[in-house]
Nanobody, 117 residues
Framework: QVQLVESGGGLVQAGGSLTLSCAAS????????MHWVRRAPGKAIEWIAR????????AYADSVKGRFTISRDNDKNTLTLQMNNLRSEDTANYYC???WGTGQQKAGQGTQVTVSL
């Protein structure tokens, strides 16, 4: 059974940093495409990053490029999102997602990030 558990969210001032983690289990993490997406209040889900895998480089949405870094530890089955220079518009619930955009898509429960001015 696929399980994804996000952690690391919280309240941070604009310009600050947070690191989100996602603990994965129940599937072969090392060969799975892993993503971070977010949903801000009243807005649609936004894809923000895909981890590198098997020669495919990491990819980022323009809204976070240069500020966020996605990484993975296949030995620990963990996906990480380092978020720097946070802005108020980054306030959202952040989700770790396996196989985003496919029929096998699976997300965790999310972790809330709130950026104050």
């Amino acid at each position: 059974q696929v399980q994804l558990v996000e952690s690391g969210g919280g309240l941070v001032q604009a310009g600050g940093s947070l690191t989100l983690s996602c603990a994965a289990s129940g599937f072969r993490f090392s060969t799975s495409h892993m993503h971070w997406v977010r949903r801000a209040p009243g807005k649609a889900i936004e894809w923000i990053a895909r981890s590198a895998l098997a020669g495919l480089p990491a990819a980022y949405a323009d809204s976070v490029k240069g500020r966020f870094t996605i990484s993975r530890d296949n030995d620990k089955n963990t996906l990480t999102l380092q978020m720097n220079n946070l802005r108020s518009e980054d306030t959202a619930n952040y989700y770790c997602v396996k196989d985003w955009g496919t029929g096998q898509q699976k997300a965790g429960q999310g972790t809330q990030v709130t950026v104050s001015l």
